[in-house]
Nanobody, 117 residues
Framework: QVQLVESGGGLVQAGGSLRLSCAAS????????MRWHRQAPGKQRELVAS???????NYADSVKGRFTISRDNTKNTVYLQMNSLKPEDTAVYYC???????????WGQGTQVTVSS
């Protein structure tokens, strides 16, 4: 059972930056995709960014050019660098690990990001 622990959320003013981290409890050898999702109050959870084992990235249109996803496989960690934050980025951010061969998903507990105007 893989556990994911997020950190780095907090309160920031519009235009500011935050860096989220998500650490897996063990080394992942299988082909996998790591994703960041977010869920704002009263809204459905949405995919923000993803990164494959090979480092191929994908972003939601709403965060392109502002957010950067990266991973350090030696530390079993994925990051989300968030710049030029907007109030509409306010949400709980969740880390997700998908083990591709098993099509199995693991989720972190979420970290709150609040952007004030």
């Amino acid at each position: 059972q893989v556990q994911l622990v997020e950190s780095g959320g907090g309160l920031v003013q519009a235009g500011g930056s935050l860096r989220l981290s998500c650490a897996a409890s063990q080394r992942i050898f299988s082909l996998n995709i790591m994703r960041w999702h977010r869920q704002a109050p009263g809204k459905q959870r949405e995919l923000v960014a993803s990164i494959t084992t090979a480092g191929i990235t994908n972003y939601a249109d709403s965060v392109k050019g502002r957010f950067t996803i990266s991973r350090d496989n030696t530390k079993n960690t994925v990051y989300l660098q968030m710049n030029s934050l907007k109030p509409e980025d306010t949400a709980v951010y969740y880390c997700n690990l998908n083990l591709v061969p098993l099509n199995r998903d693991y989720w972190g507990q979420g970290t709150q990001v609040t952007v004030s105007s």
